[in-house]
């Protein structure tokens, strides 16, 4: 699959790993569809489990919904089937020293794949960011960089790093995670054996959104389903860029306050665009949650048997604001183990 510079068409380099184009400064991505691939494991030549996680249903709000337990993955999160992709590249390129930055999963997610690859990892985060979390990434033996104030400064810190010349592995910029998120695309089809209806996920650069979305597309062009599955995302309403661009055309007056959702807290999603429009395609919308449901959200949840940490925890007020609205069968991702959220 190509990739190339979406601002002036250049193709990706055959050598190096820049984050962004070097002659524009655009953003990279895919110019060709995603290839159909439905045996994941086969996908990713770096692995340590990701995929294959369950698909359970469970009687809410009148319907049956069934809820995919993505936080049953390697490192606790959703963001391992990218990871696996992304480092799998980067060990491609010879690459032996990397950095990123995180709220918490993707930088766990990261150190982990980097340690299983021999690549030396440093991780940027918020001071802010989750005890659990912070702990995770230090236990895979990666450098942790606390970061004083907002997410949005973790990013600014980790970008003069890669300016100095550090390969920067961004989950944001890069775009070689979507095609692992397409893979929980493909098993939710051949999970359910037809057509979801909706899907459900929270929404803070988007990435897996689109990622799956573009799985989807897949599957459509291989006649494997019949329609795209109306695609919702959720953020917290402390901070949701996604849902004000989708809602007013604009994110210029969206704040960065604090929300117990860390995991979404992106004040400017650098594929924002590109995310909004594939969702407003598949018929789909964006929901924001107020701070008062996340937690209830985690209980209810929980009371399924269902444990994950608020950020997951967004897509039970969605769900109930738009079940009445959604096409069966409904499919709600949980993305996050709750046992990396500390109180």
């Known amino acids: 699959m190509k990739i190339a510079c979406v601002n002036c068409g250049q193709a990706y380099p055959d050598s190096g790993v820049p984050y962004k184009c070097p002659d524009c400064g655009g953003l990279y991505d895919y110019i060709e569809p995603f290839a159909l691939n439905v045996q994941p494991s086969t996908f990713k030549p770096l692995s340590l489990g990701e995929g294959n996680t369950r698909l359970i249903s469970a009687k809410v709000f009148g319907r049956e919904v069934y809820f995919k337990c993505e936080y049953l993955n390697p490192s606790g999160s959703f963001k391992d089937r990218g990871t696996a992709t992304l480092v799998s590249f980067l060990r491609s390129r010879g690459v032996t020293e990397a950095i990123e930055d995180s709220s918490g999963n993707a930088g766990a997610s990261f150190a982990a794949y980097a340690a299983r690859a021999g690549i030396k990892a440093r991780v940027y985060v918020p001071d802010s960011a989750s005890g659990p979390k912070r702990k995770q990434i230090e236990a895979y033996g990666a450098e942790l960089i606390p970061v004083s104030g907002p997410r949005s400064k973790a990013s600014e810190a980790v970008i003069q790093a890669a300016e100095s010349g550090m390969v920067y592995a961004s989950h944001a910029y890069l ?27 929270p929404a803070g650069q988007g990435g897996f959104l689109l990622g799956m979305a573009r799985g989807f597309k897949s599957l459509l062009r291989a006649d494997k389903i019949q329609k795209m599955p109306m695609m919702v995302g959720v953020q917290a309403s402390a901070c949701a860029p996604l849902h004000a661009l989708w809602k007013s055309g604009t994110m210029n007056d969206v704040v960065e306050s604090p929300t117990i959702a860390e995991g979404v807290r992106n004040r400017w999603p650098v594929r924002a665009e590109v995310v909004v429009e594939i969702t407003r395609r598949s018929g789909g919308r964006f929901v924001a949650v107020d701070e008062a449901f996340i937690l209830s959200g985690r209980d209810a949840l929980a009371c399924l048997g269902f444990y994950v940490e608020p950020t997951s925890a967004l897509v039970w007020h969605a769900l109930e604001e738009s079940i009445s609205n959604l096409p069966d069968p409904v499919v709600v991702v949980l993305t996050g183990s709750g046992l990396k959220y500390l109180s």
């Open 175 to 201: 775009p070689f995670n979507l095609p692992g998120y397409a893979t929980c695309a493909y098993e939710i089809y051949e999970q359910l054996g037809r057509n979801p209806g909706a899907v459900i996920v």
